[in-house]
């Protein structure tokens, strides 16, 4: 599997992926709103792109739909119950869905609501895992719940999916907003060294050549999995002074995810 990240250079700061099998150039774009970049990329690398995922019905993912789709004829996929959000989509994807590519890439679809009801993550079956996390799992970070989400269902993916796969596995997220999303960490967490150890980094980093983190990684420096910290639960009774002694997991997140809208 080939995995090439494409930096839009936007104001929302997407990213783009084409996801190639070696063999046969066959190649899938995931949410490929910057469509000019990623047609040249593929037409560089000899790829043909013959199917598209969008990872939610966001216009800032499904924007190069249409462009890609006439140049190249190639199937739209989404979320099952995004048919109505999304147009033209070929075929709906259920959590166990595998997307084949070429000969010998295979990806597997998690239902992963909560930055909207009708999120799709992509997992590789590859040695080296990786993880198409769309706008739920940001480089230390999540997602917001704005526009057709819900916190409580974002944490119960985060915890009941997300935290539970390997540590090796890499994190290719919708957005470049680590290094901010580095600062909120450590103002919500003030002796979390390897969040302080990562932001010079990536302060003023260009994102086209930024590292790709493990979710081993993401679980020492994103607050969104440290939901036990004790550093973090004090500081958080401080915006919340109602917060029991001991706070359960579920209302730590919902609290954080409150304090990063305003953040």
């Known amino acids: 599997m ?8 936007n104001a929302y700061r997407n990213f783009n992926y084409l996801v190639a099998c070696p063999d046969s150039g066959e190649a899938l774009a995931i949410d490929p709103l910057d469509h000019e970049k990623c047609l040249n990329t593929a037409r560089v690398r000899g790829w043909q792109i013959t199917q598209i995922l969008n990872t939610h019905e966001h216009h800032d993912h499904t924007g190069g739909n249409d ?31 595998v997307i084949k590519v070429g000969k010998r890439v295979e990806l597997e679809c998690l239902d992963t609501p909560g930055h909207t009801m009708c999120h799709i993550c992509l997992r590789s079956h590859t040695d080296t895992p990786a993880l198409f996390s ?16 819900d916190p409580a269902a974002l944490y119960a993916t985060f915890v009941e999916q997300l935290a539970k ?7 290719y997220p919708g957005h470049d907003y680590i290094e901010n999303n580095l600062k ?49 639960i004090a500081r958080l009774r401080q915006s919340f002074p109602d917060l029991p002694e001991q706070p359960d997991a579920k209302t730590v997140f919902v609290k954080l995810r409150e304090l990063r809208n305003k953040w």
């Open 2 to 9: 080939i995995v090439e990240r494409i930096w839009t250079g």
């Open 165 to 171: 796969l390997p540590g090796n596995t890499q994190v």
């Open 67 to 97: 462009a890609v789709v006439a140049a190249t004829g190639a199937k739209l996929l989404a979320h099952h119950n995004a048919a109505g959000k999304i147009r033209g989509v070929d075929r709906g994807l259920k959590a166990g869905d």
């Open 134 to 149: 769309g706008d739920t799992l940001f480089n230390a970070g999540a997602g917001n719940c704005h526009n057709g989400g």
């Open 184 to 232: 909120f960490t450590l103002d919500r967490e003030p002796d979390n060294a390897d969040a302080s150890a990562w932001l010079p980094k990536v302060s003023s980093h260009d994102p086209a050549t930024s590292v790709v983190t493990t979710l081993a990684e993401e679980k020492r420096f994103n607050t969104f999995f440290r939901l036990g910290s004790a550093s973090l």
